[in-house]
């Protein structure tokens, strides 16, 4: 009876109800070579679909292992939950709804043999019709985004940690968005390294209706004056009155000239993150419009 070797590196895939697309998430998973043992770990936060089923249908393809996460809903907690029960020192977190291209975890393991996080790079034209891609740019710079002008950080769908430093962390704190960056900032205070892998390349999904599209940028608007309030002590600053008013116009001259779908998509969820900044603002008690 051959031994199973304990696992090296663990994936993490929080889902709930993602039955649509967790098959083609676990097969890129299916296609990676990694030189050590490794395993995937299925957080269910609660799926009411037949996610579980499509997970288990994989058993024969992956080291694969079903965890409940269902106490709290989030992915927030279904991460944590995952991390706890990984056997492997490096995690890497998979989005449901992404596909990791060949050589993915070994790049991500690669930058974990000396760094604490690592962030891997988005690939955006794959899984997304062309009007979905217009509604925004992933604003990455090798895997690293500085979209609120403070330090960088991965996005939850292509970041890797180590669980020692994870575990140090505390884990992620109990948000619905904003959660990676508030993780990726207080890693970083705290002294530990992270490294950008531009070899990790994700296929990521936006969201494909403009409801969708519209609910995610208000989340997305909302997290960022909570993340103010968490980190102007450290030094993370907000714009002038005269840069919001030129962003309205802006939107407002985008607005105007829209004539199809994609320029809808573009408004949407600018508005969507201005709108999300302005309550997030009133619920926080500041003013990071």
Same mark, same amino acid.
């Given at each position: ?18 039955? @649509? ?13 990694? !030189? ?7 957080? !269910? ?19 694969? @292992? ?17 991390? %706890? ?74 970041? #890797?940690?180590?669980?020692? #430093? ?20 207080? %890693?970083?205070? #705290? ?25 995610? %940028? ?45 320029? %809808? ?11 999300g900044r302005f309550l997030g603002s009133l619920r926080q008690r500041v003013w990071y419009p």
């Open positions: 009876m051959t031994a199973v070797l304990p696992a090296v590196l663990s994936v993490v895939v929080p889902c709930r109800n993602a039955s @649509r697309h967790l098959g083609q998430a676990l097969d890129g998973l299916a296609l990676q070579r990694l !030189d050590e043992p490794w395993e995937v770990v299925i957080a !269910d936060n609660g799926s009411t679909d037949n996610t579980l089923a499509v997970a288990e249908g994989f058993a024969d393809r992956l080291n694969l @292992r079903l965890i409940s996460a269902t106490a709290v809903t989030g992915q927030w907690y279904a991460r944590n939950i995952g991390v %706890a029960a990984a056997g492997g020192d490096c995690i890497v977190f998979l989005d449901a709804d992404d596909v990791p291209a060949p050589g993915y975890l070994v790049a991500m393991r690669g930058a974990l043999a000396d760094a604490d996080l690592a962030a891997g790079d988005m690939e955006t034209e794959s899984l997304n019709p062309g009007w979905v891609r217009r509604s925004r740019d992933t604003g990455l710079v090798a895997g690293f985004s500085y979209s609120m002008g403070f330090l960088p950080y991965a996005t939850s769908a292509c970041l #890797a940690v180590r669980k020692s #430093a994870f575990e140090r962390l505390g884990g992620f704190q109990p948000w619905r968005v904003g959660e990676d960056a508030e993780f990726c900032w207080r %890693a970083q205070i #705290a002294g530990m390294t992270i490294r950008a892998v531009p070899d990790a390349v994700l296929h990521y999904r936006y969201r494909d209706t403009l409801p969708g599209i519209a609910r995610q %940028a208000l989340g997305y608007g909302a997290a960022q004056p909570r993340l103010y309030r968490h980190f102007r002590s450290q030094g993370m600053a907000r714009e002038g009155i005269g840069d919001v008013a030129h962003r309205w116009r802006d939107l407002a001259g985008r607005a105007r000239r829209a004539r199809d779908k994609g320029d %809808a998509a573009d408004c949407v969820y600018l508005f969507g993150i201005y709108a």
